[in-house]
């Protein structure tokens, strides 16, 4: 009896010792940043993730961004009337999650506490109970390839024009040679101008916030536009499309990552005089075709060249924060 109960309390105290050791907390996940498409062929979140688009028994029109969240585990918003500019009627989205089984997504809502499947997503198809089907598209951007007008500062048009930047690099990929996010700045500077910039963000699906996809283009080397993957975000001043602390975006014009999208950018330098600004730098934005900013600068943003407004000209610097983003077809033609 007595080694009975020794025993007993042994094994008491042990379980004492391991109820008390802290519990481990769960590992992160493995980081992933892919810029090349050729490593993503055989990816089935990244076949799944991106835009989708379809209509009800009643006709009407729904979109949803699908937006992978890392190892087979997806968000989605659901959005009536249609895709963010392309006819949602801007109100709050439905979220649902998704997750992976064999190569089958299934979809669920939570309310009251409770998880319930309400649809599912397989071969480019998204189902919803209240929806007949949704078709998987692939938006693309009506100015990509926009061709320099005469006159402007091509910056980047190809291999070789890495030449015309300080730190200029190139990213070879499979699909071709880009420039890199590494913190490029161009040997030129510019007043007031018009600008295209086309950018393609990396596949980081285990990645969130400022930690997916993070550049930023610096409009004269002063006001950071913000370029970032945020596919499927409320659309912040920190987020793509917003002037960082300054300005949120009028819709969230994101595209799904690895798509090349595009900023068209319409400036007006700040007017000085005496050393004084007499008048604000303004600056209006179309961000895949849409209208995005149009917003007139009281201050500059954090992170480029020059910490205050001046009236010297700037440069195009595109920021690097360690992610593999890309850029091409870069020109600004500056206005006389």
């Avoid at 690895?258 to 007017?271: H, S």
Wanted: proline content about 6%.
């Amino acid at each position: 009896m007595l080694r009975l109960l020794c025993a007993a309390a042994l094994v008491s105290g042990s379980l004492a010792v391991a109820q008390d050791k802290p519990r481990e907390p769960p590992k992160k996940p493995p980081r992933i940043a892919i810029s090349d498409p050729k490593e993503l062929k055989d990816d089935k979140d990244f076949a799944v993730q991106g835009e989708y688009v379809g209509e009800g028994p009643d006709k009407t029109k729904w979109g949803a961004h699908v937006i992978a969240r890392g190892e087979g585990k997806f968000e989605v918003k659901w959005y009536h009337g249609g895709l963010p500019g392309a006819g949602w009627d801007g109100k709050k989205p439905e979220v649902l999650t998704g997750e992976r089984k064999d190569d089958k997504v299934m979809l669920s809502m939570t309310k009251d506490g409770k998880s319930n499947e309400v649809g599912v997503i397989e071969n480019g198809k998204l189902m919803l109970a209240i929806v007949a089907e949704m078709k998987k598209v692939e938006r693309k951007s009506p100015t990509l390839g926009l061709k320099p007008p005469d006159g402007a500062a091509v910056l980047f048009a190809g291999e070789g024009d890495e030449k015309n930047w300080e730190n200029g690099k190139l990213a070879s990929l499979s699909d071709g040679k880009f420039l890199a996010a590494s913190n490029p700045r161009s040997k030129s500077a510019f007043q007031s101008f018009t600008a295209h910039i086309e950018f393609r963000l990396p596949w980081m699906p285990n990645s969130t916030g400022q930690g997916r996809g993070n550049s930023g283009v610096y409009v004269q080397d002063r006001y950071e536009l913000q370029v970032l993957d945020s596919f499927g975000l409320s659309g912040e001043n920190n987020e793509c499309g917003g002037f960082y602390t300054l300005s949120k975006p009028k819709v969230n014009m994101c595209l799904p990552p690895m798509t090349w999208q595009t900023y068209d950018i319409e400036f007006t330098a700040a007017e000085f005089t005496g050393g004084k600004k007499a008048k604000n730098a303004k600056c209006v934005v179309k961000h895949n075709g849409v209208l995005i900013q149009d917003f007139e600068f009281t201050k500059h943003t954090p992170g480029g060249k020059f910490q205050g407004e001046v009236a010297d000209p700037g440069a195009v610097f595109f920021q690097d924060h360690g992610d593999p983003v890309v850029y091409r077809n870069v020109w600004v033609a500056e206005k006389k």
